[in-house]
Nanobody, 125 residues
Framework: QVQLVESGGRLVQVGGSLRLSCAASGRTFSNYAMAWFRQAPGKGKEREFVAAVNTRSSHYDYADSVKGRFTISRDDAKNTVYLQMHSLRPEDTAVYYC????????????????WGQGTQVTVSS
């Protein structure tokens, strides 16, 4: 079992920056690929892929909508994955979730079996 706790979400103005954190506990964090997803209001159950980082930071992947604005990183010594967000837009408003997988990563949210509780990011114009 891996327990994940996100933090850092808040209200921010358009064009602003924010850094989300996801602290992990339980199994060996370095063995897990980590990803960020988001769920916008009124979009049902489906979660949108944002970014992922593989084990040992061997590979990074981003959704087209956030490329060049968001950066995912991990600190295995701190059991934490981060999402640095710049140039925030109203359409980035969502609940952001981190997820973990021991078998690589995927853009499909149903691939993951470990999730945090989410942190709300609201971008105000």
């Amino acid at each position: 079992q891996v327990q994940l706790v996100e933090s850092g979400g808040r209200l921010v103005q358009v064009g602003g920056s924010l850094r989300l954190s996801c602290a992990a506990s339980g199994r060996t964090f370095s063995n897990y690929a980590m990803a960020w997803f988001r769920q916008a209001p009124g979009k049902g159950k489906e979660r949108e892929f944002v970014a992922a980082v593989n084990t040992r930071s061997s590979h990074y992947d981003y959704a087209d909508s956030v490329k060049g604005r968001f950066t995912i990183s991990r600190d295995d010594a701190k059991n934490t994955v981060y999402l640095q967000m710049h140039s925030l837009r109203p359409e980035d408003t969502a609940v952001y979730y981190c997820a973990a997988s021991s078998v690589g990563y995927s853009h499909n949210w149903t691939f993951y079996n470990y999730w945090g509780q989410g942190t709300q990011v609201t971008v105000s114009s």
